[in-house]
Every structure is written in C-alpha cells, then in structure tokens.
C-alpha cells in the first residue's frame, strides 16, 4: 500500500509537474487535483505548488486563497490533513491564515533565483521527519516575494514553540524577518516555505543535489505508518 | 452612483522598500525635502444604489476579508460622491 498525494494546479501555478514527479520519485501515487474543483480525491495528503496562481494579481495568494479547492483543503488542513506549500503554496497558506504572518516583495526588489542553503530547524512535522534537527541542506530559491513578516509576538511564539521549520544559512536572500525560510502550524501537518525541495530530488537534474527528496519520504512513511 | 474608495497600505512597522526606492530617486530628479515615501494600493468601487450603512458594512468586510491581508496592511473606506 502506498499513499496519495495530492498536487494543486491554479492558473499560472508553474511547479506542479515537478511536484507530481517528486511524489512519485519518493514512492508515493501522485494526484492531480485543479482549482475549481472542490473534491480532493481521497488524497492523504496535499502538496500547494510553486508559481504565480492568477497571476499573483492583488497579492500574491490571495485570489487562489479563495477558490473551491481551497475551501476543502482549509477545512480539512484544520482537522489533520497534511498540507505543503512550496513559495506560493507558502503565500497561499499565510493567505488563508493557515499559517501565521505575511509574504511581501524582496527587500531588493529583485527576482531571486540561486541554490540556497537552508538549515532545518524541527524534524518534528509531517514533511521533515527524515531530517535532523539542525541538518543543512541545499536547494533552489526562485521568488519574487520571498520576504516573510510577521508581528515581534508572533515571531517569539513561533521561536518558543518551534515552529520556525527553516532557516536561511549563510545570506538571507530577501530579507526575512529573522531569516525565516519556512514554518510549521502548532500541530505539525502543515508547513509552508519559499524555497523548493520538488526541483532537488534527481541527481541527473537541477543542480544534482535529492536534499529535496527528504520532504515526501518523510510524508510518505508517515502515511504509510499511520 | 456613489464611488467608495479602499485605501490598503502596508502596516506602518513594515518595511516598504517600493516606497524607499520611489524616495531615493526624488533628489536625483530635482524633487528636494521629501523625507520618507510609502506605496499603497487604492481601490475605487462603483457601487449600484445607495451607499447606506449596510453597504458600507459590506465594503468593510470584504476589505477585510479580501482587499487587504490584515496580517500586514493596513485599510481605510471613504465615499466619494461621483460627478
């Protein structure tokens, strides 16, 4: 038996091919699921794609926020569901106030793309319990609002809780409050950051590292365990 | 017809950096004495009958709900009435 994960595709979302292939590189059964469609397949767990979902018109998030499938998958996030979001799968959660805090422009206003390192702050969550606490990887960063705010109380919760998931190491690329790459919700199924673990799971592709790899094993076993 | 417009600015402890580089260019430009720029948004709304208090109620709700992110930004709602 294995599990089914689920990748969403908005207009304008780019990474959903490489998202679908990451599961399926993992071992788990990709499935695609669309934005207008509220049924989510009897998915076990969700994966929000990198891109720029309507254009990124208003913010950048904020109209996917409010289409069908979100409406299942903010419901079903809240009761347990494991849900990713990959740079605007990350905007769209901050959007839906699934996690706390808000995404803005690059303090340089430049479009980034690099490998950044990252160091992965909690093995606890549904989506990095194959790391170690304190592991360095590197993976691709390709964003234009990658700059994560949140209020100085909701930054010291999220520290005192554990729940900064990852952190940028040797440069903060865009000017993160307290260079914050990625966080988790209170109960661990829900994570959400701007880089991109999908392009780092071949080595025949992207910059040859699979530290990216590490995000669906570590769903999978816990689906495959539950 | 009435017009309501939306003002939605980043929330004043938030950096802007459209804003600061809109200001830096001003001296280069011949544009002296301005001493910090923000960038917001500004929605103008054309409503249909009367803009009464449940409309304004209405306005306020969806600027809260959808034309601002209430995480970081800040709104203002004002008639305007249209020629």
């Keep these: 038996m294995t599990a089914r994960i689920g990748v969403v595709t908005f207009p304008g979302t780019l990474d959903d091919k490489d998202s679908l292939r990451a599961v399926r590189t993992a071992g788990a059964e990709p499935v695609s699921l669309w934005h207008r469609d509220k049924d989510l397949k009897q998915v076990d767990a969700v994966v929000l794609a990198g891109g720029f979902s309507y254009g990124d018109y208003l913010r950048a998030g904020a109209i996917a926020r409010f289409s069908p499938v979100m409406e299942t998958i903010i419901e079903q996030a809240k009761a347990g569901l494991p849900v990713l979001g990959i740079c605007n799968g990350f905007q769209i959660l901050t959007e839906a106030h699934l996690l706390p805090g808000g995404m803005l422009q690059n303090n340089h206003l430049h479009f980034i793309c690099r490998e950044q390192k990252l160091r992965v702050e909690t093995s606890g969550t549904a989506w990095t319990a194959d790391y170690t606490a304190g592991q360095e990887i590197r993976i691709p960063l390709k964003n234009m609002d990658g700059r994560y705010v949140a209020e100085e109380r909701v930054l010291d919760e999220l520290e005192a809780e554990g729940r900064v998931a990852f952190r940028y190491l040797d440069v903060n690329p865009n000017g993160s409050l307290r260079d914050i790459a990625g966080i988790t919700n209170a109960a661990g199924n829900v994570v959400g950051l701007m880089p991109h673990p999908e392009h780092a799971v071949e080595p025949l592709v992207g910059t040859g590292r699979t530290d990216g790899l590490g995000f669906f094993t570590s769903i999978l076993k816990k689906l495959v365990n539950a | ?83």
């Design chain 2, 1 to 83: 017809m009435a017009r309501v417009v939306v003002d939605v600015m980043l929330k004043p402890e938030i950096l802007d950096p459209q804003g600061q580089a809109v200001q830096r260019a001003l001296p280069r430009l011949g544009f002296e004495g301005i001493a910090d720029v923000r960038q917001g948004k500004r929605f103008e709304l054309e409503v249909d009958g009367p803009v009464d208090d449940a409309a304004l109620a209405r306005i306020n709700e969806m600027a809260e709900t959808f034309l601002a992110n209430t995480v970081i930004e800040d709104f203002t709602v004002k008639v305007e009435e249209s020629k």
